[in-house]
């Protein structure tokens, strides 16, 4: 079964700061993964996906790295902003069920 | 492109009675649509997988009688909640995959829609 770990749970940083989150899952037969952000009571907010093929995805100031073999993936997000605060989320889509599993997020306070 | 609309946004209901969510893909058609649930500071919980035109297939411990879930065209999906309880009270959100086409294994989801039950 399908498990995804972020760490940390919770990161407080102030602004300007260059930083990394951390997601890992357990089984490398993925299709791709995903990094998403989620403001409090709102949906989702897909930031990257990464094919099971690359290694990296890069939107402006964010970059996701994809290991398969090791299952991790990292979300580097640079030079912080409080409109960066939010809860950021990992998921990889199974091979075969092509079901999206979760990780728990990572609460990011951007202090300025 | 890619825009999942889900209705109502909220909505508040009282025990027992039954509500409909409906999920829709405004400019993409969807072969498969999938229902999430999220309980506060938690992270989102795979309920069903809904394919037009077929029963959706439920994720173990999601009760199908409880939750019915319809997929009648390419566009839409609904959840019905029947005979709702304070403890569905939760957000639930859902995502639609293309047909095909660059990104066809992407989901796209909606905005959710926040469920209280009285």
């Known amino acids: 079964k399908q498990e995804v770990t972020q760490i940390p749970a919770a990161l407080s940083v102030p602004e300007g700061e260059n930083l990394v989150l951390n997601c890992s899952f357990t089984d490398s037969a993925i299709y791709n993964l995903q990094w998403f952000r989620q403001d409090p009571g709102k949906g989702l907010t897909s930031l990257l996906l990464i094919q099971s093929s690359q290694r990296e995805q890069t939107s402006g100031r964010l970059n996701a790295s994809l290991d398969k073999s090791s299952g991790r993936s990292t979300l580097y997000i640079a030079a912080s902003q409080p409109g960066d605060s939010a809860t950021y989320l990992c998921a990889v889509m199974v091979q075969g069920a092509q079901k999206l599993v979760f990780g728990q997020g990572t609460r990011l306070t951007i202090n300025p | 492109g890619a825009v999942v609309s889900q209705h109502p946004s909220w909505v508040i209901c009282k025990s027992g009675t039954s509500v409909k969510i409906e999920c829709r893909s405004l400019?993409?058609?969807?072969?498969?649509m999938f229902w999430y649930r999220q309980f506060p500071k938690q992270s989102l919980m795979l309920m069903a997988t809904?394919?037009?035109?077929?029963?959706?297939?439920?994720e173990q411990g999601v009760e199908k009688d409880k939750f019915l879930i319809n997929h009648a065209s390419l566009t839409l999906s609904t959840l019905t909640v029947t005979s709702a309880h304070p403890e569905d009270s939760s957000f639930y959100i859902c995502?639609?995959?293309?047909?095909?086409?660059?990104?066809?294994?992407?989901?796209?989801f909606g905005p959710g829609t926040r469920l209280t039950v009285l």
């Open positions: 995502s639609a995959q293309r047909l095909a086409g660059a990104s066809y294994n992407e989901q796209f």
């Open positions: 400019d993409f058609q969807a072969t498969t």
């Open positions: 809904s394919n037009e035109g077929s029963k959706a297939t439920y």
